[in-house]
Nanobody, 121 residues
Framework: VQLQASGGGLVQAGGSLSVSCAAS????????MGWFRQAPGKEREFVAV????????YYADSVKGLFTISRDNAKNTVYLQMNSLKPEDTAQYYC???????????????WGQGTLVTVSS
């Protein structure tokens, strides 16, 4: 599966932004989908994951209650709605597809190219 992330941009602190990830192929619904982010000089970190059906989600503590992951299997797309953004949320955001609802980047098989989110103070 090929993944294409989009929707990043510049937003002021306290604002909201939604990023999306479109998948090619007819097997999107067979993958659990995760979002990760990587800030300059830092390691890639887990943000959120959603199960194949969309019924189960899990979030990093740092974004719980602020970010929402969702998916539309008919559109082969996964979304990340980000609210109350902070400067420390500034990062490249990557979507990933895998066979497990994992918090570990290495357990995902396919990755999008990343979309940059910049939060100004």
């Amino acid at each position: 599966v090929q993944l294409q992330a989009s929707g990043g941009g510049l937003v002021q602190a306290g604002g909201s932004l939604s990023v999306s990830c479109a998948a090619s192929g007819r097997t999107f619904s067979s993958y659990h989908m995760g979002w990760f982010r990587q800030a300059p000089g830092k390691e890639r970190e887990f943000v959120a994951v959603i199960s194949r059906s969309g019924r189960n989600t899990y979030y990093a503590d740092s974004v719980k209650g602020l970010f929402t992951i969702s998916r539309d299997n008919a559109k082969n797309t996964v979304y990340l709605q980000m609210n109350s953004l902070k400067p420390e949320d500034t990062a490249q955001y990557y979507c990933a597809a895998g066979g497990m609802t994992s918090l570990v980047a290495a357990e995902y098989s396919y990755w999008g190219q990343g979309t940059l989110v910049t939060v100004s103070s």
